[in-house]
């Protein structure tokens, strides 16, 4: 569902990400954990298709993000780290905003809307402007926006970031079940245990490189550190 061929991206005499090869099949809930500064932000816009590569290829669902960005993006819901909003709007206007964007069947908006509102606990506040939102709300809010088109990839960067540890709980569930519906999951995330729980791979990145991918276990024996968690494993490849 995800395949990225050479991706590079360079800023100058920087180069950000270096030849990035990746495969993620359908169902797949792929963690990429690295650094501060790895590349991790710069592959999830190249693979949103926010900002694009210097050189290689994103492809989703068989679709050249290059040559087809807006039929590609169709099969993406995308939750950034921040929550950016329209806050003179309703989380119900958002919504709609967003079900607009993607041309979703205004038939079955409102029902759809309200079920992702309540599964996020927002449906109290369906009718309030998103000013008023906390920052959890606003995330959660967001998480609803990328859901309520039912999306074929997820793309997610640090999910739990403003989330009480409830909605954490909630979050990780729910991917859990997303992959076994057979949405592809993408998530970037400095929260190694949530990585651990939820994720079937996990990639590490460093220095815009990839340096090591597979199972924690994978992980582990690679890192030569059986029987450690995966911070013991992460700080030994990316400090190596």
């Not at 809930?29 to 592959?43: S, Y």
């Not at 816009?45 to 290059?66: E, F």
């Not at 169709?74 to 709007?89: A, C, N, S, T, V």
């Not at 090591?212 to 190596?240: N, Y």
Request: hydrophobic share 40%; proline share 4%; net charge negative.
């Amino acid at each position: 569902m995800i395949t990225l061929s050479g991706l590079t991206k360079r800023y100058g005499t920087i180069q950000a990400v270096k030849s990035l090869n990746l495969t993620i099949p359908k169902g797949e809930i792929f963690g990429f954990i690295g650094p501060n500064g790895a590349g991790k932000t710069t592959t999830i816009k190249m693979l949103g298709g926010i900002i694009a590569p210097t050189s290689g290829t994103v492809n989703i669902c068989g679709i050249d993000m290059a040559a087809e960005p807006e039929k590609a993006k169709q099969k993406i819901g995308f939750i950034p780290d921040r929550p950016y909003l329209y806050e003179k709007l309703t989380a119900m206007e958002f919504l709609q905003f967003t079900a607009d964007l993607y041309g979703f069947n205004r038939n079955g908006f409102i029902g759809k809307a309200e079920a992702r509102l309540k599964q996020f606990s927002l449906i109290d506040w369906a009718d309030e402007l998103i000013e008023s939102f906390s920052h959890g709300m606003k995330q959660r809010l967001v998480m609803a926006s990328a859901l309520l088109i039912e999306p074929e990839v997820l793309i997610v960067d640090e999910p739990m970031v403003g989330l009480d540890p409830i909605a954490i709980k909630m979050v990780k569930e729910l991917l859990t079940r997303l992959a076994e519906e057979g949405t592809t999951i993408f998530m970037s995330t400095h929260t190694l245990q949530v990585a651990e729980d939820v994720c079937h791979r996990i990639g590490v990145i460093n220095s815009g490189r990839l340096i090591a991918t597979g199972s924690p276990e994978d992980l582990m024996h690679q890192a030569d550190s059986t029987g450690k968690d995966l911070e013991a494993v992460f700080l030994k490849l990316t400090q190596e």
